[in-house]
């Protein structure tokens, strides 16, 4: 492949090395959450600083509204119908994870010879002996918590010094929370006190060893922050305006800190491209403990924009020119980018992204014409749901969802019911972000040419999509929840470990 990167010569003349990626996904975050994108009390100086200093998305998006299918589309560039990570999301017994087969980002950089590295909430399934861990998806190294970290009891748990507790009850009946490094139990339950300290420090370690030895690297950073149940360290607990949310929100920020410092100090800084964004829209039922989806409509769980467009940020230090895209772009074009700039090679799959260089490089134009919304619960019977094309969004469907609930707004909680629009509901985006004036289909020749435009876009894509056997209706088997004793009893409260 064409290397973009042979261009830059160092100064005797050799070929300058293949960049290095550091992918940062943050946890049910909204699109009004961060400073730079308009929220007045969160804490974010290190996002904000590479938002100034990069390039900002204004209409970025995920490929679905909760964390397993989001994540799986992210790192393999294909929806989470192709590769089975549907309905809904993995479970610590769960028996299926993204599949083997499925080639992520760190096995397309791994022949260049990269290493890689992942760190905190994976949820792309563990499986019999850690059968999906990371360190059986192409990344050398993996140190965090194999799904959410409300999936164990955290009634007695700390999330705040000196002691407070976790709020509310998270999963009970299941394990506590595991810390785990490689495949190895570390911790369980996890100490939220210190996890994210330990999530620094090792990613530090990762790249100052990395760049010591002058290699590339991959490190993919999905946080724990700031999904349900918000905690924060001694760092950042207290030290925001916003609460247990801008608390956690803040700590995740400090951590972002600690990774550019150290990117500066072992002088990579220049050959790095930092990508910054969220796995889908705010959890708007824990109410002012939740995130915020700014002037987008409903949040977590729905396909309205609130849902699953999503904060995004370019930062490469004299590559990326400062600025702001409106172009369209999705997690599923950022392993196309990657393969591109690293010089990889594409894996031989259907693929739904598209390269970005273009747009990062020269803030030009995007090759993404379309934005498909599946449901959480995808199946062949409904297809999509919406389908966004250009600057025009049409609903075929709509539905609240329980993580959207409590809002004024009574289309978003899962009391809305399921409503079919035949023609669909048409909104021009960049007139009505909010979602809020649907535009008059009969009256307008405009809008009929831009709906049998949209009608057939829907009609191509889902004659072509091939859904995947469903691993999440695999079930689940609590005898595969990860246990630090596993010849303990009773389980599961007997699997603990310090």
Not at 294 to 322: D, H, N, S
């Amino acid at each position: 492949g064409h290397r973009l990167w042979a261009q830059n010569t160092e100064t005797d003349g050799s070929l300058a090395s293949p960049p290095n990626f550091v992918l940062l996904f943050a946890d049910d975050l909204g699109f009004g959450d961060l400073g730079s994108f308009g929220h007045p009390t969160s804490a974010t100086p290190n996002l904000d600083r590479l938002a100034a200093a990069g390039l900002r998305f204004t209409d970025f998006y995920c490929t679905s509204a909760v964390c397993s299918p989001s994540r799986a589309s992210l790192l393999t560039g294909r929806y989470q119908t192709r590769s089975g990570i549907y309905p809904g999301v993995l479970y610590p017994g769960s028996r299926g994870g993204l599949p083997l087969n499925e080639t992520t980002i760190a096995e397309v950089l791994k022949p260049l010879g990269y290493a890689t590295a992942a760190i905190g909430k994976w949820h792309l399934g563990f499986g019999a002996n850690g059968t999906f861990l990371p360190t059986n998806q192409g990344f050398d190294h993996y140190l965090g918590i194999p799904y959410s970290h409300d999936m164990g009891p955290c009634k007695n748990l700390t999330c705040f010094p000196p002691d407070v507790k976790c709020y509310g009850w998270c999963d009970v009946g299941t394990v506590f929370v595991p810390l785990m490094h490689d495949d190895a139990i570390e911790q369980q339950p996890v100490d939220f006190l210190n996890l994210e300290r330990s999530y620094s420090d090792f990613a530090v370690n990762f790249i100052t060893t990395s760049a010591n030895k002058k290699q590339p690297f991959f490190l993919y950073y999905p946080a724990h922050h700031t999904h349900y149940p918000q905690f924060a360290g001694p760092d950042a607990a207290g030290k925001s305006l916003r609460g247990p949310f801008g608390d956690s929100l803040l700590e995740l920020d400090n951590t972002i800190g600690n990774l550019l410092e150290t990117l500066e100090k072992t002088g990579v800084i220049n050959n790095t491209l930092v990508f910054f964004t969220a796995d889908n829209g705010p959890e708007l039922m824990r109410m002012s403990r939740g995130g915020n989806s700014g002037l987008l409509k409903c949040g977590k769980g729905t396909t309205y924009e609130g849902g699953m467009r999503e904060p995004a940020v370019a930062f490469w230090q004299g590559t990326i020119k400062p600025g702001v895209t409106h172009e369209l772009a999705s997690t599923l074009d950022i392993l196309p980018t990657i393969t591109k700039l690293a010089g990889a090679k594409l894996p031989p799959v259907m693929l739904d992204g598209v390269d970005l260089t273009e747009v990062l490089i020269n803030n030009g134009k995007s090759e993404r014409e379309s934005m498909m919304f599946y449901p959480t619960d995808p199946s062949e019977q409904y297809g999509l749901f919406a389908l966004r094309l250009g600057k025009y969004k049409a609903h075929f469907y709509t539905r609240g969802a329980a993580h959207s609930a409590t809002t004024p707004d009574h289309d978003c909680p899962g009391s809305a019911r399921l409503k079919a629009f035949d023609p669909p509901l048409i909104f021009d985006l960049e007139a009505d972000p909010s979602e809020n004036y649907p535009l008059n289909v009969t009256e307008s020749p405009e809008v009929q040419a831009v709906l049998e435009q949209i009608k057939k876009a829907k009609q191509q894509f889902e004659s072509s999509m091939v859904f995947g056997a469903s691993q999440i209706g695999k079930g689940s088997d609590p005898n595969l929840e990860p246990c630090c004793s596993p010849q303990c009893s009773p389980k599961p409260s007997c699997c603990r470990c310090s």
